[in-house]
């Protein structure tokens, strides 16, 4: 993989427009979410352009983000995104690996070239990215479990809707939900059901496995992706005694809580991904920061019935429309 010193390279190249090195007249970080068709990354997007723009003038220097994530995942070309930024002179990156041990030679490079990396979201584990910013994984994976057994009464059998089974975030968060699940004695697990991080996917492999396993009295849901279509809203009828519990609560997943199909959401601050990456970055490159912790990690936060109007609040500052 060849790779040019970001301050060698001028305007015009890969659309990054500006010598973006050292004396340049804007400073570009680029930004590598997972897929451009899971909403908490356009919600990401938002924050890290929001973080962009408070922080030029906090700094007196224009930032600007350069997006370049894939329509859907695919390391492959989140290593090729990584790879471009460099070339073309961006001076920091932001990026959700698909895959951390596939990115982590792509990383490693980039910072080799003089550009530092953030982690956010899903780390890449032994590479040269300074810092991770996003909920721990496994403490995740252990809190959804918990609601989980709370709701149905600590007894019961278990469903777990995994997504990518290369994502070492949601790996973490499987992990939690094991070591949550032993200490409930009258509970069990079904297995663990990888899937297409689409929201269609999702939705068709819970029905198809619930369907053939009538005896799942819950679902925890890792990630939110079948709650991102309105496939399971008639869930209730079909299925009144399952309970189910999910990370993450968007403004499509909070119709589930209205309608009672599911119990708990546990949202991740996916606005301020990006936020902060930035923020982070800016620390970095323009304000000279070079003690930082190994990770920085945000909390959960938990939607029930009973706050999700107040909650729902939220999204208009975070995602509004465009």
């Not at 029905?207 to 991102?228: C, K, R």
Request: hydrophobic fraction near 40%.
């Amino acid at each position: 993989m060849r790779m040019v010193c970001a301050a060698m390279v001028c305007v015009g190249l890969v659309a990054l427009t500006g010598c973006v090195g050292g004396g340049g007249k804007e400073i570009v970080f680029g930004v590598v979410a997972k897929s451009q068709s899971n909403p908490v990354f356009q919600a990401a997007r938002k924050g890290a352009e929001d973080a962009a723009l408070e922080l030029s003038k906090t700094y007196g220097k224009k930032i600007r983000i350069e997006w370049r994530t894939p329509n859907e995942e695919d390391p492959q070309k989140q290593a090729e995104a990584i790879e471009a930024l460099v070339n073309a002179g961006a001076r920091g990156i932001a990026v959700s690996c698909s895959d951390g041990a596939f990115l982590k030679k792509s990383i490693d490079l980039a910072v080799d070239a003089g550009v530092p990396v953030v982690c956010f979201d899903s780390d890449s584990v032994g590479s040269k990215r300074f810092i991770y910013h996003g909920i721990d994984d496994i403490s995740c994976g252990r809190r959804l479990m918990a609601e989980l057994a709370r709701v149905m009464g600590e007894k019961g059998t278990v469903a777990v809707l995994a997504g990518n089974q290369n994502a070492p975030n949601l790996q973490k968060r499987v992990q939690g939900v094991r070591e949550e699940l032993a200490k409930y004695p009258k509970m069990k697990l079904k297995q663990v059901y990888f899937h297409k991080e689409t929201p269609q996917d999702a939705a068709a492999k819970v029905e198809e496995v619930q369907t053939a396993n009538p005896d799942i009295g819950g679902w925890a849901f890792i990630g939110g992706w079948p709650l991102f279509t309105d496939s399971l809203l008639k869930w209730k009828r079909q299925y009144p005694n399952v309970k189910m519990v999910s990370v993450d609560a968007l403004p499509a997943q909070l119709p589930y809580i209205r309608e009672g199909v599911v119990q708990v959401l546990l949202g991740q601050q996916v606005y301020r991904w990006g936020w902060r990456s930035v923020e982070l970055l800016a620390q970095k490159v323009l304000g000279g920061v070079t003690d930082f912790p190994e990770r920085d990690i945000s909390d959960l936060v938990a939607v029930t019935p009973g706050n999700v109007d107040e909650y729902a609040k939220n999204w208009e500052t975070w995602l509004p429309a465009r």
